[in-house]
């Protein structure tokens, strides 16, 4: 493969458009967690809340796809910056209905819960229904709105705001579930993610880089946050992929701010 070819598939594995997801413990525990939600009757509402990559989107992405008949998705809208979770829920069951800031869940939206069992509401990221300063009560008032409704409805909803963490600590009217991914990575999860990435990136690209590169990989690590492990092992994977224009220097010798700095040079040179 030629060198703009590699270097295009360097910038694309730098700039995370690799498409891979390490699926580790902590993540396994939260999607079964969620997974035994889901088969609750109850109405409840549940917090998914974890460290910058630690794969909450994901998470609730796999959940989505898993019951995408029986889930309603509420997603970013950059229109939609003053709009209730009431009014978007309401939308996104019935697209042609206007807003109105509703105060109550509608009957027409609790017969069509029991009609069609679409049950569950899951929001990525709360900070895309935020508005104001007084956004956390409202939010968490909303969707206790759901929960306690006739239709008994389970809300899913990820954040990092601490005063929306704490505000749902405080829920007692309705059954809870706290739901925390830890990002930090054991001496073996990394190992692991060295494998599954290096099998997904040779795969993707039609490469052989972990078995040419052994020794590059053979690096260590400690417990690390999994966001600095994936943009690690990126750097490494890289590097292997443009050994050829690196410096003379043996490159597992080179420190990892070094190494990412040569390897960006030569990608984006």
Same mark, same amino acid.
């Given at each position: 493969?030629?060198?703009?070819?590699?270097?295009?598939?360097?910038? &694309?594995?730098?700039?995370?458009?690799?498409?891979? $997801?390490?699926?580790?413990?902590?993540?396994?525990?939260?999607?079964?967690?969620?997974?035994?939600?889901?088969?609750?009757?109850?109405?409840?509402?549940?917090?998914?809340?974890?460290?910058?990559?630690?794969?909450?989107?994901?998470?609730?992405?796999?959940?989505?796809?898993?019951?995408?008949?029986?889930?309603?998705?509420?997603?970013?809208?950059?229109?939609?910056?003053?709009?209730?979770?009431?009014?978007?829920?309401? $939308?996104?069951?019935?697209?042609?209905?206007?807003?109105?800031?509703?105060?109550?869940?509608?009957?027409?939206?609790?017969?069509?819960?029991?009609?069609?069992?679409?049950?569950?509401?899951?929001?990525?990221?709360?900070?895309?229904?935020?508005?104001?300063?007084?956004?956390?009560?409202?939010?968490?008032?909303?969707?206790?709105?759901?929960?306690?409704?006739?239709?008994?409805?389970?809300?899913?909803?990820?954040?990092?705001?601490?005063?929306? $963490?704490?505000?749902?600590?405080?829920?007692?009217?309705?059954?809870?579930?706290?739901?925390?991914?830890?990002?930090?990575?054991?001496? $073996? &999860?990394?190992?692991?993610?060295?494998?599954?990435?290096?099998?997904?990136?040779?795969?993707?690209?039609?490469?052989?880089?972990?078995?040419?590169?052994?020794?590059?990989?053979?690096?260590?690590?400690?417990?690390?946050?999994?966001?600095?492990?994936?943009?690690?092992?990126?750097?490494?994977?890289?590097?292997?992929?443009?050994?050829?224009?690196?410096?003379?220097?043996?490159?597992?010798?080179?420190?990892?701010?070094?190494?990412?700095?040569?390897?960006?040079?030569?990608?984006?040179?």
């Amino acid at each position: 493969m030629n060198l703009d070819a590699r270097r295009v598939i360097a910038r &694309n594995i730098l700039e995370g458009r690799h498409g891979f $997801q390490f699926r580790w413990d902590s993540w396994t525990q939260a999607h079964d967690a969620l997974e035994s939600l889901f088969k609750s009757t109850a109405g409840s509402v549940a917090m998914v809340r974890g460290p910058v990559g630690a794969g909450i989107t994901s998470l609730l992405d796999a959940f989505i796809a898993a019951h995408s008949t029986k889930v309603i998705a509420v997603r970013h809208d950059i229109f939609l910056s003053r709009v209730n979770l009431v009014d978007r829920v309401q $939308q996104r069951v019935f697209p042609s209905c206007e807003f109105g800031w509703l105060k109550r869940v509608p009957k027409s939206l609790v017969e069509f819960v029991k009609l069609t069992g679409r049950r569950t509401i899951v929001v990525d990221d709360t900070d895309i229904i935020s508005h104001d300063k007084n956004s956390a009560e409202v939010i968490i008032d909303d969707m206790l709105k759901f929960a306690l409704s006739d239709a008994e409805m389970l809300v899913i909803f990820s954040t990092r705001r601490v005063p929306l $963490q704490n505000l749902f600590c405080k829920i007692k009217s309705v059954q809870t579930a706290d739901i925390s991914l830890s990002g930090s990575l054991t001496a $073996q &999860n990394w190992v692991d993610l060295k494998d599954q990435f290096c099998h997904w990136a040779d795969s993707r690209y039609g490469l052989n880089i972990r078995e040419h590169a052994e020794d590059l990989f053979a690096t260590a690590i400690g417990s690390l946050e999994i966001a600095q492990a994936m943009s690690t092992l990126e750097v490494l994977y890289c590097a292997a992929l443009l050994c050829d224009q690196m410096p003379a220097t043996k490159l597992e010798t080179l420190e990892t701010e070094d190494l990412k700095w040569e390897v960006l040079r030569v990608a984006y040179g």
